[in-house]
């Protein structure tokens, strides 16, 4: 099946650095990707829609100056975080709809953790 | 907008009792809608999709548009099916719709 990976997986740093977090498809094409944020027991939120060759989309709420998200190829976006705080920290989850399918099917990556000092 | 609402945060059955996993949705129309599911320490993955009608690990859902539900059901639980189950469908009326989540259900299998 269709392998979303992301980088790092985990990653800490202190408040007021800036964090990039990398999503790829790795035996696919994704003209779409989306980033999720999940906090402890609670569901993903989506974040931001994210296309290739275009701004991203951002959902209501979501700073788009805080949260930089590039798509710069079929198999890479990335999600850069501005100048961290500790309540930024959370559990970052991207995933990628696979070109040309016919529905709407999503490949989730594994989901990076976010913790800001 | 489309909305999942998913009652129970967690379900405890016993392994090999029924289980049955609550979704309802708000649209008036032909809703898309799945279910995934996240295992410990797991991505999240799909589960099934009402169009395929398929059945995945003994898990199957119906669509009850009278209802508008689409309750996750199994006849016999199994340990290895302890999990976050997420109800989830695409926000607008096309299928290419941003897909959002219900708030999820924490199903445990007692032993």
């Known amino acids: 099946g269709a392998v979303v990976s992301q980088h790092p997986s985990w990653v800490i740093c202190k408040s007021g650095t800036s964090v990039k977090i990398e999503c790829r498809s790795l035996d696919f094409q994704a003209t779409t990707m989306f980033w999720y944020r999940q906090f402890p027991k609670q569901s993903l939120m989506l974040m931001a829609t994210?296309?290739?060759?275009?701004?991203?989309?951002?959902e209501q709420g979501v700073e788009k100056d805080k949260f930089l998200i590039n798509h710069a190829s079929l198999t890479l976006s990335t999600l850069t975080v501005t100048s961290a705080h500790p309540e930024d920290s959370s559990f970052y989850i991207c995933?990628?709809?696979?070109?040309?399918?016919?529905?709407?099917?999503?490949?989730f990556g594994p989901g990076t953790r976010l913790t800001v000092l | 907008a489309q909305r999942v609402t998913q009652p129970e945060k967690l379900l405890s059955v016993f392994k090999g009792a029924p289980v049955e996993l609550k979704c309802n949705y708000s649209y008036s129309g032909s809703p898309e809608l799945f279910w995934y599911v996240q295992y410990s320490r797991q991505r999240l993955q799909l589960l099934l999709r009402h169009i395929s009608r398929e059945s995945i690990k003994g898990f199957t859902a119906d669509l009850n548009k009278g209802e508008t539900s689409f309750h996750l059901k199994k006849p016999f639980a199994q340990e290895e099916d302890s999990a976050m189950y997420y109800c989830?469908?695409?926000?607008?009326?096309?299928?290419?719709?941003?897909?959002?989540f219900g708030p999820g259900t924490s199903l445990s299998v007692i032993p």
């Open positions: 989830a469908t695409p926000r607008g009326k096309t299928s290419y719709d941003k897909v959002i």
């Open positions: 995933s990628a709809r696979v070109l040309g399918a016919g529905y709407n099917e999503q490949f």
């Open positions: 994210s296309n290739e060759g275009s701004k991203a989309t951002y």
